[in-house]
Nanobody, 123 residues
Framework: QVQLIESGGGLVQAGGSLRLSCAASGLPFSRSAMAWFRQAPGKEREFVAAMNWDGSSTKYADSVKGRFTISRDNAKNTVYLQMNSLKPEDTADYYC????????????????WGQGTQVTVSS
């Protein structure tokens, strides 16, 4: 059974930083691409960042490029999202996701999800 558990969310002022973590179990983590998505109140879930199995390939939403960095520690079965220069529009629930295969692939195919962690950025 795949489990993804996010942590690290919270309240931060605009311009601040947060690091989200996602601990994974029940899947071959070191051979799985991982991704972060977010959903703001009243909006659809949107893609944020993704990384392939060994970290050699990454993908970012235009809205977070240069501010957010995805990384992973395969020894700890954990993926991270470092968020810098946060803006009020980054306020959302952030979700970790995977489809259990090595390449990033189609974002619509991500079918394992965590419960989410809330990020609130105050102005």
């Amino acid at each position: 059974q795949v489990q993804l558990i996010e942590s690290g969310g919270g309240l931060v002022q605009a311009g601040g930083s947060l690091r989200l973590s996602c601990a994974a179990s029940g899947l071959p983590f070191s051979r799985s691409a991982m991704a972060w998505f977010r959903q703001a109140p009243g909006k659809e879930r949107e893609f944020v960042a993704a990384m392939n199995w060994d970290g050699s390939s990454t993908k970012y939403a235009d809205s977070v490029k240069g501010r957010f960095t995805i990384s992973r520690d395969n020894a700890k079965n954990t993926v991270y999202l470092q968020m810098n220069s946060l803006k009020p529009e980054d306020t959302a629930d952030y979700y970790c996701a995977t489809r259990g295969v090595p390449r990033i692939g189609l974002l619509s195919e991500y079918n394992y999800w965590g419960q989410g962690t809330q990020v609130t950025v105050s102005s």
